[in-house]
């Protein structure tokens, strides 16, 4: 199972992690925050992070 984690403090709260995998992460007051990891495709975690403009999502397997 990957660990997976948002850098809050980078986080400017695009919602692209959100709409690229919407069943591993959610908004909490305007940033981004992982919600449930498990059972979700590590290709789609990977494009999340690719996507994130600012590089706040970090992906270890």
């Known amino acids: 199972m990957a660990k997976v984690s ?3 403090a980078t ?3 695009c919602e692209v992690c959100v709409d690229t995998a919407p069943d ?3 908004m909490v007051d305007g940033k981004a925050q992982v919600k ?7 290709d789609v975690i990977k494009e ?4 994130c403009p600012t590089e706040s ?3 270890e397997e």
């Open 57 to 59: 999502i970090k992906v």
């Open 6 to 8: 948002v850098d809050q």
């Open 24 to 26: 591993v992460f959610e």
């Open 48 to 51: 999340a992070a690719e996507a």
């Open 36 to 42: 449930n990891p498990d059972g979700a495709s590590i």
């Open 11 to 13: 986080c400017i709260g």
